[in-house]
């Protein structure tokens, strides 16, 4: 088996073989208690899909071939040939396949975007522009990753949140925000009958804040545009109630109505922030309408 191959071997089945599960399923990735150390917070994250693993608590992470080097205190070596040896003539699909660097090309060839690195956030700049969203840090670097890529020439970094597809929604000022494709929404199941949805992820993390939080244990969809709103009402449509914290314009308004006519039971949240563009305009001015809004309060 090539080393190549073997870097492939799913995380998320290696640890299940050893009955390792996530403690919170995120769709795309998990989040566990970490198998190599002791670990009360759940601070250690798979991503499915890019088959790679972080520990917050130790700001350590890689491939699964690092990660059994972790778990039996062993060399590159030996943890590699003990991969090779556990699933050497498994069924293909039980390997991670997930994408190559570049991620979108036109027919014309004309652009390519490139991903560099993705990364924790970690970048002076993108803190800055992650504290001025009111946002704590440990919070977005649940959720999101720093995205270094390419254009033509020139490389660019932002802060980056993922879809369903593999694409990242970009941001980096209030000036710039951008997509590497494909666009798509994402969305969070946990099982529940009630789902929140949010017009970018902005909002979704504004509202963990609000929450005191760094989970819900509600499903979620985060549109990453009000134009991929008919893409969502398949999965808004198998549950019981939306809460629909949306943004108070008029294409927010459009994309309540398309989720109403669609769906059993929706709750417009969108007046809990009446006055403000969005969720995190309401968190950053949260101090100046604190009073006003104290009677209502900020729950489901």
Same mark, same amino acid.
């Given at each position: 088996?090539?080393?190549?191959?073997?870097?492939?071997?799913? %995380?998320?089945? /290696?640890?299940?073989?050893?009955?390792? $599960?996530?403690?919170?399923?995120?769709? /795309?990735?998990?989040?566990?208690?970490?198998?190599?150390?002791?670990?009360?917070?759940?601070?250690?994250?798979?991503?499915?899909?890019?088959?790679?693993?972080?520990?917050?608590?130790?700001?350590?992470?890689?491939?699964? %071939?690092?990660?059994?080097?972790?778990?039996?205190?062993?060399?590159?070596?030996?943890?590699?040939?003990?991969?090779?040896?556990?699933?050497?003539?498994?069924?293909?699909?039980?390997?991670?396949?997930?994408?190559?660097?570049?991620?979108?090309?036109?027919?014309?060839?004309?652009?390519?975007?490139? =991903?560099?690195? %993705?990364?924790?956030?970690?970048?002076?700049?993108?803190?800055?522009?992650?504290?001025?969203?009111? =946002?704590?840090?440990? $919070?977005?670097?649940?959720?999101?990753?720093?995205?270094?890529?390419?254009?033509?020439?020139?490389?660019?970094?932002?802060?980056?949140?993922?879809?369903?597809?593999?694409?990242?929604?970009?941001?980096?000022?209030?000036?710039?925000?951008?997509?590497?494709?494909?666009?798509?929404?994402?969305?969070?199941?946990?099982?529940?009958?009630?789902? &929140?949805?949010?017009?970018?992820?902005?909002?979704?993390?504004?509202?963990?804040?609000?929450?005191?939080?760094?989970?819900?244990?509600?499903?979620?969809?985060?549109?990453?545009?009000?134009?991929? =709103?008919?893409?969502?009402?398949?999965?808004?449509?198998?549950?019981?109630?939306?809460?629909?914290?949306?943004?108070?314009?008029?294409?927010?308004?459009?994309?309540?109505?398309? %989720?109403?006519?669609?769906?059993?039971?929706?709750?417009?949240?969108?007046?809990?922030?009446?006055?403000?563009?969005?969720?995190?305009?309401?968190?950053?001015?949260?101090?100046?309408?604190?009073?006003?809004?104290?009677?209502?309060?900020?729950? &489901?």
């Amino acid at each position: 088996m090539a080393l190549s191959d073997i870097k492939q071997i799913s %995380i998320r089945e /290696y640890l299940r073989n050893k009955s390792i $599960l996530p403690k919170k399923d995120f769709g /795309y990735y998990g989040m566990y208690f970490c198998p190599f150390r002791e670990d009360h917070n759940t601070s250690f994250k798979v991503d499915y899909r890019k088959n790679i693993w972080y520990d917050f608590g130790t700001n350590e992470g890689g491939s699964i %071939i690092d990660l059994d080097m972790k778990m039996n205190n062993c060399t590159f070596h030996e943890a590699a040939t003990r991969l090779e040896k556990d699933f050497s003539g498994r069924d293909l699909n039980f390997f991670s396949f997930h994408r190559g660097n570049t991620l979108d090309k036109k027919k014309n060839n004309e652009t390519s975007i490139i =991903i560099h690195d %993705i990364s924790e956030i970690s970048h002076r700049k993108l803190i800055e522009w992650v504290n001025a969203r009111k =946002i704590d840090l440990s $919070l977005a670097n649940l959720y999101c990753r720093e995205v270094h890529y390419q254009v033509r020439n020139r490389v660019y970094f932002s802060v980056g949140f993922e879809n369903d597809k593999g694409g990242y929604e970009l941001s980096s000022s209030p000036s710039f925000k951008g997509c590497i494709p494909p666009k798509e929404i994402t969305t969070m199941k946990s099982g529940h009958e009630t789902c &929140l949805a949010f017009e970018g992820f902005w909002d979704f993390l504004s509202y963990l804040t609000l929450q005191k939080t760094d989970k819900t244990r509600y499903d979620v969809v985060i549109l990453n545009s009000v134009a991929n =709103i008919k893409k969502a009402l398949p999965f808004l449509k198998e549950h019981k109630n939306i809460c629909a914290f949306l943004d108070n314009d008029e294409s927010g308004r459009k994309a309540f109505q398309m %989720i109403k006519l669609s769906c059993f039971s929706v709750d417009d949240m969108s007046i809990r922030y009446t006055g403000y563009k969005d969720l995190n305009d309401y968190l950053c001015g949260k101090k100046q309408v604190q009073e006003m809004k104290k009677s209502r309060g900020f729950r &489901l």
